[in-house]
């Protein structure tokens, strides 16, 4: 059977190093645990989801449909997953956290406030890792690259041949992104890197703490999702969060994009379901294909995937922006040049899915 890619967007063709393996219990388990802190927020994930690995994208690992698809994917009940604003890392909880363990005296100098998202997020993720069994996003954390996997960082310093590179990615720029990374990692750390929890990094990040904020700061920039600056509002402006559970979904130009819910969606007024003011910036994704214009019926070992939005990308975009370096098969052609611009600007540049 011809594997459908259906609606999300994350859908890449690797071109490294990775090996692909196939998931073990530990990960199974540990998806299983993720789905748990999801729908325990108020959430949904179909009954049928898990991990696909390799991915029929090309990608090492995706979600699908693992099971029999059951209760059966239809028009008016084509939601996979619903991920509640009270389990998304967000700017407001950054804030709220962070200024709760930082003293006010090193506010002054160093205000939260003129941070942008993504660095909140930054800052929020590593603290969170640090609490870790104290950590409402524990399940979140488990399931992302470790820091070994990612090789300490982000998946391109990992090259050791120049020659594997993708088209549109020269060598000098993986040394002008490991000097931004850095920067940014080591100033961040200086300001405030004392303050976070530390209890349950690894040894090799309480000895140079600007190494949980080099791993935070590579996840945020893969997987950090555009959304409205305040939940559900489509006039507030765009924000940054990280949103479990759907940010494990590959890409595809074709596919549908995610849906924040405003809390008044309502099935009379042509609405997909019938909201409450619960699931104000929910994010939600459907069965839907063809860039959410139609839908298709998901069997067993279909891949999820979604459109995020990113017509401005090219390779070294994203190449530069992946714990794992990957380039979309839109873009692989060998015909992809650079430009000479720095794409490793991670603390500003986010998916943009409206």
């Known amino acids: 059977m011809l594997h459908r890619f259906v609606s999300l967007f994350f859908c890449l063709t690797g071109i490294l190093v990775l090996v692909v393996a196939k998931v073990t219990k530990d990960e199974h388990k540990a998806f299983d645990r993720l789905v748990k802190a999801v729908i325990q927020e108020g959430g949904y994930v179909h009954p049928s989801i ?11 690992r995706g979600i699908g449909m693992v099971k029999n698809v059951k209760p059966k994917i239809k028009s008016g009940r084509d939601m996979l997953m619903m991920v509640p604003y009270s389990y998304q890392m967000t ?15 090193v506010l002054v100098d160093a205000p939260l ?19 870790g069994k104290n950590s409402k996003f524990l399940a979140y954390i ?38 931004y990374a850095s920067r940014v990692s080591l100033g961040m750390t200086g300001d405030y890197g004392e303050y ?10 309480k000895d140079e703490p600007a190494l949980a904020l080099r791993w ?16 559900g509002d489509n006039d507030s402006g765009t924000g940054v969060r990280l949103i479990p559970l759907v940010d494990l ?38 069965s839907t294909w063809k860039c959410g214009t139609s839908r298709v019926d998901l069997e067993k070992g279909d891949e999820i995937t979604v459109n995020f939005n990113l017509p401005g990308y090219r390779a070294a975009d994203w190449f530069f922006c992946e714990v794992f370096p990957f ?28």
Not at 113 to 119: C, N, R
């Open 50 to 60: 898990g991990i696909l690995s390799p991915a029929p994208s090309g990608a090492s």
């Open 91 to 105: 700017r407001d909880l950054a804030l709220s956290t962070l200024m709760e363990v930082i003293p006010p005296m």
């Open 113 to 131: 406030l003129e941070l942008d998202d993504s660095a909140l997020l930054v800052l929020l993720l590593a603290h969170e890792y640090g609490l």
């Open 142 to 179: 488990e399931f992302l690259p470790t820091w070994q996997e990612s090789g300490g960082g982000c998946g391109y310093e990992n090259v050791q041949d120049f020659r594997q590179l993708p088209t549109g990615v020269e060598p000098e720029e993986i040394d002008m992104a490991q000097q």
């Open 196 to 205: 976070l929890a530390q209890d349950a990094w690894p040894k090799e990040w």
């Open 216 to 231: 935070a700061l590579c996840v945020v920039s893969s997987r950090a999702t555009a959304a409205n600056r305040r939940a």
């Open 249 to 286: 979904a590959n890409h595809r130009k074709a596919s549908g994009g995610f849906i924040e819910l405003s809390g008044n969606e309502r099935i009379m007024y042509d609405d997909f379901m019938d909201a409450t003011s619960d699931d104000t910036g929910s994010f939600v994704v459907r």
């Open 327 to 354: 380039v979309p098969v839109e873009l692989s052609s060998s015909t992809m040049k650079a430009n000479g611009e720095l794409y490793m600007n991670m603390v500003i540049q986010v998916k943009v899915t409206h």
